[in-house]
Every structure is written in C-alpha cells, then in structure tokens.
C-alpha cells in the first residue's frame, strides 16, 4: 500500500526508484518525460534495471490518495503502476 495522501511532490528520481519496485527486472517501462526549460532539455525517466531489495510483481497494489495535489510526475507513474504486472 502506498499512501500519498500528504504527498506534496518530490524527486523525480526517487520516483523513477520506488516505481522500479512494480516491474520485472530488466524491463524498461517509460515512466514520465520532465522538460527542463532553463536547459531547453526534455528528461526521459524509466524504471531502473536493480533495485536493491525483492521486487513487488505478484500482489494487487492499493495507491491512496487525498485532496493534496501531487506532482505530475508522481501522477504518470501511478498511470503506469496501474498497468504494471502488480496489479
């Protein structure tokens, strides 16, 4: 169970590493792309190949949320943990 109720954004990347969890290693699931406009650059983020701990594939997931808006990115990859093999 993931309780964002009170999240109120955060690291891209902590994003890209706890997503991680919900998918099969060696897969490569795009998450969310962050358009950096000072650099003029779009940031691809996926999930990554290791993480360090047991992978969550073979339960459901139940993701709460509250009325404290979250981060865009954070709300592409819940999309994508829908869809993932942990369901």
């Given at each position: 169970m993931l309780d964002?109720?009170?999240n109120r954004g955060g690291s891209t990347y902590g994003m890209a590493y706890w997503c991680s969890y919900f998918f099969p290693e060696g897969e490569s699931v795009h998450l969310?792309?962050?358009y950096r406009?000072?650099?003029g650059?779009?940031?691809q983020f996926?999930?990554?190949p290791y993480v360090p701990g047991q992978r969550y594939l073979d339960r459901p997931v139940y993701?709460?949320?509250g009325p404290v808006?979250?981060?865009v990115a954070y709300q592409c990859a819940l999309e994508r943990i829908s869809s993932s093999p942990a369901r």
């Amino acid at each position: 169970m993931l309780d964002l109720r009170e999240n109120r954004g955060g690291s891209t990347y902590g994003m890209a590493y706890w997503c991680s969890y919900f998918f099969p290693e060696g897969e490569s699931v795009h998450l969310t792309d962050v358009y950096r406009r000072t650099a003029g650059q779009t940031q691809q983020f996926w999930t990554l190949p290791y993480v360090p701990g047991q992978r969550y594939l073979d339960r459901p997931v139940y993701v709460l949320t509250g009325p404290v808006a979250l981060d865009v990115a954070y709300q592409c990859a819940l999309e994508r943990i829908s869809s993932s093999p942990a369901r």
